[in-house]
């Protein structure tokens, strides 16, 4: 592909400066549209959504709607939301549908693999507006893995695997498929997209904005004696307020194992106290979940590894945060400059082959509902003053910390990657450098820049 001028693009020189436009001018966003939505996977539902044969949801990016829909083969397959006789969206949410879709104006059917079954006074219709792979629903790249169904609207971009490694080697160890949502909450945010993101992209943040986190006793200072009492009391205090103030992050089945842990006897050395601690509690949450038919890994493996980050991203819009046996799930979706989508999904593990109910799509809530659990409340209200104070005209640019929010700069990057016009391969090595934990990560080469 030709590269493209990218108005108010990020500087190669200078890395650690955003432009202030890029978060609310109309025309970025609308580049945003043509350039970025329209070519990259992006995380359309969770397969609890449609279990059985008939059962469909819309996806809906901007001004695109898709048809996610299990077939009676129980594949999955996607198709525009649009009646090929005259454009007539086909379904409006979700509902369930064995014998296909019909179009409520004209009544043009389509079954669930999307092909034409029926037009309506057909001898009215020239041969040439009836061809049979004319007049079926035009399919959309669709893939399933980590528990959803992910769709693509470019029919040339690579298979979903290789555009969101590592992040799914790193959540196969987790088992991500394996869970299963216990509840699903969605908010209005009046801030661009990224801004939106960007908030769960560094924590930088957290201390000054969340100060339930300050715990004493978590990490020792230096010089002053270790107490294992105190440290256990600590860590007890924190998994709780993890579990109460994200709703569920810490679940609160990993809290009650680890209130059983109390008399565990730690070490009077503090590195080999947490260790023992991590490695003691670890051991009885898959115990636990085990004893009660839950599909788990070993955690203590997966600390072996090292792959006990607390947070993984997706380009250009996924987070997954697991913690113990569960996990919270982000989900961004843009729905003008300075208006963005954000769903959480808490995610746990059931016994398998237990049913389980398709979890209700949540109404929004505002960003300062009082419903919002504390921490994200927390986040929100920071957020509509920042998208206010990047419309001060003394306000040029954002300027990042290279070694802390250099995530947030490789994310902008990226994007501008695709508003060039670079190909899928070009902009491959950059997705392996952002589908990572984004924390503490500083700015790197995504090696398709030109200085």
């Keep these: 592909m030709t590269d493209r001028q990218v108005p108010f693009a990020m500087d190669a020189d200078a890395p650690d400066r955003i432009p202030k436009e890029r978060y609310y001018d109309p025309a970025f966003f609308e580049r945003e549209a043509d350039a970025l939505w329209s070519r990259v996977w992006q995380m359309a539902c969770r397969l609890e959504e449609i279990q059985?044969?008939?059962?469909?949801?819309?996806?809906?990016?901007?001004?695109?709607?898709?048809?996610?829909v299990r077939g009676d083969d129980m594949s999955v397959r996607a198709f525009q939301n649009a009646c090929r006789h005259r454009g007539v969206r086909l379904v409006d949410g979700p509902g369930s549908s064995t014998s296909g879709f019909t179009c409520p104006f004209?009544?043009?059917?389509y079954g669930t693999d999307g092909a034409n079954t029926f037009v309506s006074r057909r001898g009215t219709f020239a041969e040439h507006n009836l061809e049979p792979a004319d007049i079926s629903l035009v399919p959309v790249q669709c893939e399933t893995w980590g528990?959803?169904?992910?769709?693509?609207?470019?029919?040339?971009?690579?298979?979903l695997r290789s555009c969101i490694e590592p992040f799914a080697s790193y959540m196969d160890?987790?088992?991500?498929?394996?869970?299963?949502?216990?509840?699903?909450?969605?908010?209005?945010?009046?801030?661009?997209?990224?801004?939106a993101e960007e908030a769960f992209m560094e924590q930088y943040h957290v201390l000054e904005t969340h100060p339930q986190l300050r715990i004493p006793g978590r990490y020792p200072?230096?010089?002053?004696?270790?107490?294992?009492?105190?440290?256990?009391?600590?860590?007890?205090?924190?998994?709780?307020?993890?579990?109460e103030g994200m709703a569920g992050m810490v679940h609160a089945n990993d809290v009650k194992v680890a209130e059983g842990l109390q008399d565990v006897e730690l070490p009077a050395d503090p590195v080999e106290a947490r260790a023992t601690w991590e490695r003691t509690?670890?051991?009885?949450?898959?115990?636990w979940h085990r004893a009660e038919g839950h599909a788990i890994p070993d955690l203590n493996e997966i600390e072996a590894k090292g792959m006990t980050e607390p947070m993984v991203y997706c380009f250009p819009h996924f987070f997954v945060l697991p913690m113990y046996s569960s996990a919270s799930s982000y989900r961004f979706r843009p729905l003008g400059p300075e208006e963005t989508l954000m769903e959480i999904w808490s995610l746990t593990r059931f016994p398998e082959g237990e049913e389980r109910s398709a979890p209700t799509p949540p109404d929004p809530w505002a960003h300062d509902d009082p419903r919002v659990p504390p921490i994200p409340t927390q986040d929100f209200s920071n957020l509509p003053r920042q998208q206010q104070g990047l419309h001060s005209k003394g306000f040029e640019y954002m300027r990042l910390s290279e070694q802390i929010e250099g995530h947030i700069s490789n994310f902008h990057r990226t994007i501008d990657?695709?508003?060039?016009?670079?190909?899928?391969?070009?902009?491959?090595?950059?997705?392996?450098?952002?589908?990572?934990?984004?924390?503490?990560?500083?700015?790197?080469?995504?090696?398709?820049?030109q200085r």
């Design 221 to 243: 200072m230096k010089g002053k004696a270790f107490d294992p009492k105190m440290f256990l009391e600590s860590e007890l205090h924190y998994l709780r307020v993890m579990s």
């Design 281 to 287: 509690l670890n051991a009885a949450v898959v115990e």
């Design 52 to 68: 059985q044969p008939g059962d469909y949801v819309e996806y809906s990016i901007l001004d695109q709607s898709v048809i996610v």
């Design 106 to 109: 004209h009544g043009w059917c």
């Design 417 to 449: 990657g695709y508003l060039q016009g670079k190909s899928h391969a070009e902009l491959a090595h950059a997705l392996e450098e952002l589908n990572i934990n984004p924390l503490e990560r500083p700015v790197v080469d995504l090696g398709f820049e």
């Design 147 to 159: 528990g959803c169904a992910w769709i693509n609207l470019d029919d040339s971009a690579p298979p």
């Design 173 to 195: 160890t987790w088992q991500l498929d394996n869970m299963r949502a216990e509840w699903w909450y969605a908010f209005r945010l009046p801030v661009n997209w990224k801004l």
